[in-house]
């Protein structure tokens, strides 16, 4: 990997390991800090290996510069070592022999604890989320404000304010206790599951977004790693993901339009996640509870057969009965209809839609333009014309947009077909 | 919107014994009817199914057994619902696997204590 390349690459997987470390040695009170010395030992890395060259292990060579950065800072601010060093639990209270331990160990620990501090419910989800994608993943303001489609200034306040909430709640940065993690650990998978979906369903800046769903899944194994958060739920988010992301290269095409799943080139899907989502849901299946990952996952794995079986489309529908049976969500509403018009055929479909009466959502117009393709083509035109009205993301409203011409062409060939029928009968 | 509790009952002497496989499509209706009023995020709470035996405490400590073969209508299991009016209540047991097999759902508003 050539220096370019080299920086953003170990900024993105060392960047929050340290930060990571350094916050659990420094407490809750001092993230910036940490996130300074860390900014700083990168900065440093990019000047110095500019004018002498690569050090011969770059990572070794950050930890090193991050470590006396640390010890410096301690000497320079004595404030800080007289306040601080004296809370900080490891080693001697004499800040010069403060030892900071940048073992593999040690940084999983780091990173497990700073999950549970990060996904803490003092703070929404919103900004859990954004303090994830900042201290858990090492993205910066101007990514995730990219990524949220605002602006830097909203998301520097939203950072501060969860910072700050911490810091008046005293949170922690420490091993979650058992107690902890059973109370807390479904908090914890719905941020990261958050995450994955504002990754996978996000129309804007494609590359970055499967960052977000890779980061997900990363956190996510990271508690499959750790004993006490290897629980069946998380065994299910992961199977999850791995079947929604093994999709991911045939997802989009050239221009970064999205391919529907029907159009797609399952040749391009990833069998090795496949494999992976299977092993996981596998682990998932032990113990008594299911959850809505597990449901989730269990629909993701049928859509891994392309095939339109009887088989696959009964298993779908009563995955999403059930996942409807615990949480109500509008798109699993829909997706069940979808799943039902499949096993029932379409007309049932339609009745069962028309119930749901999801009038003000651009999808459900487009399950009904669906449904009535080839039953009634003039109606499944209004229905999308509405969809289209209604949608927001440009990638949406081409997909909308190529559905209404392929209808509009078979309602024109319906015309001819029963034109001719016209014709024949005067004769 | 009100709670409105449904009420199933069916004669246990005149259902029919089922295989596995039936049983399992019988399931899987009763799945689709609730998966039904659930997609309209109308269900409260799906309720549970009762076994059919149990005990009936009258007054005087006189206590009698079931199952109750001799009564027609027995209770066999319960959901509730969340609608608008009694109508719409009743306009949601459409479909219901347990009028196709001779039973009947008694719809009931939860008047909340």
């Known amino acids: 990997m ?37 900014s700083n030992t990168f900065l440093s890395a990019s000047e110095i290996w500019g004018l002498k060259g690569l050090p011969e292990n770059p990572t070794a060579w950050l930890y090193t510069v991050a470590k006396n950065k640390t010890k410096d800072y301690f000497k320079r601010n004595s404030l800080f070592t007289q306040t601080i060093a004296k809370e900080i639990k ?89 107690t902890e993690i059973n109370n807390r650990l479904n908090v914890v998978l719905m941020i990261l599951y958050l995450l994955f979906n504002e990754g996978y369903y996000s129309s804007q800046n494609m590359t970055l977004r499967s960052d977000f769903c890779l980061e997900a899944m990363r956190l996510t194994y990271l508690l499959i790693e750790n004993e006490q958060t290897n629980q069946p739920f998380t065994n299910a988010l992961l199977s999850l993901m791995c079947f929604h992301s093994s999709r991911f290269d045939a997802r989009l095409n050239q221009n970064g339009e999205i391919i529907l799943y029907h159009n797609q080139n399952t040749g391009l899907w990833n069998q090795e996640l496949i494999t992976n989502g299977e092993y996981f849901l596998n682990q998932a299946s032990q113990g008594n509870t299911i959850s809505k990952y597990h449901l989730e996952a269990g629909i993701a794995y049928w859509h891994t057969i392309k ?48 119930k749901i009466k999801l009038t003000g959502n651009h999808l459900y117009h487009s399950l009904m333009g669906e449904l009535y393709t080839d039953i009634d083509n003039a109606k499944a035109i209004l229905h999308l014309q509405i969809a289209l009205s209604i949608a927001k993301s440009a990638a949406d409203k081409t997909i909308i947009t190529n559905k209404i011409l392929e209808c509009e062409h078979k309602n024109c060939h319906q015309h001819l077909i029963n034109g001719k029928h016209n014709v024949t009968g005067l004769n | 919107m009100k709670d409105f509790l449904l009420v199933f009952r069916t004669d246990y002497s005149t259902m029919p014994k089922l295989s596995p ?28 199914r009762l076994v059919p035996s149990g005990k009936v405490v009258k007054t005087n400590n006189v206590i009698a057994d079931g199952p109750y073969a001799e009564i027609k209508e027995s209770l066999v ?23 196709e097999i001779g039973g009947n759902v008694e719809v009931r508003e939860i008047d909340v204590l």
Not at chain 1, 5 to 32: D, M, N, S, W
Not at chain 1, 115 to 141: D, K, R, T, W, Y
Request: charged share 25%; hydrophobic share 40%; aromatic share 6%.
């Open chain 2, 77 to 99: 299991g319960y959901s509730i619902v969340k609608a608008i009016s009694i109508e719409e209540a009743t306009g949601l047991t459409k479909g219901c696997p347990i009028l």
């Open chain 1, 90 to 178: 490891y080693g001697s209270t004499n800040s010069e022999e403060i030892e900071i331990d940048l073992s593999n160990k040690n940084i999983n620990d780091s990173q497990l604890a700073m999950i549970f501090v990060v996904c803490h419910p003092c703070n929404p989800a919103e900004a859990q989320i954004a303090l994830a994608l900042n201290l858990l993943c090492g993205f910066g303001v101007d990514e995730i404000a990219n990524a949220f489609l605002t602006t830097k200034e909203v998301i520097y306040k939203r950072l501060q304010r969860a910072k700050e909430k911490l810091r008046v709640e005293k949170i922690k940065i420490e091993q979650p206790t058992t």
């Open chain 1, 307 to 354: 095939a339109d079986t009887k088989e696959k489309w009964e298993n779908i529908l009563q995955l999403y009965n059930q996942l409807l049976l615990i949480e109500y969500s509008p798109i699993a509403a829909l997706n069940r209809t979808y799943a039902l018009a499949k096993v029932k055929g379409k007309k049932e479909g339609i009745i069962e839609a028309e």
């Open chain 1, 2 to 38: 050539k220096q370019a390349e080299l920086i953003p690459h170990l900024f993105r997987t060392e960047y929050r390991k340290i930060v990571a470390v350094l916050c659990k040695l420094f407490g809750i009170g001092h993230i910036e800090i940490a996130e300074d010395i860390v």
């Open chain 2, 21 to 48: 496989e039936e049983m399992q499509t019988l399931t899987k209706r009763w799945m689709d009817w609730i998966g039904g009023i659930a997609a309209q995020n109308k269900l409260t709470d799906r309720g549970n």
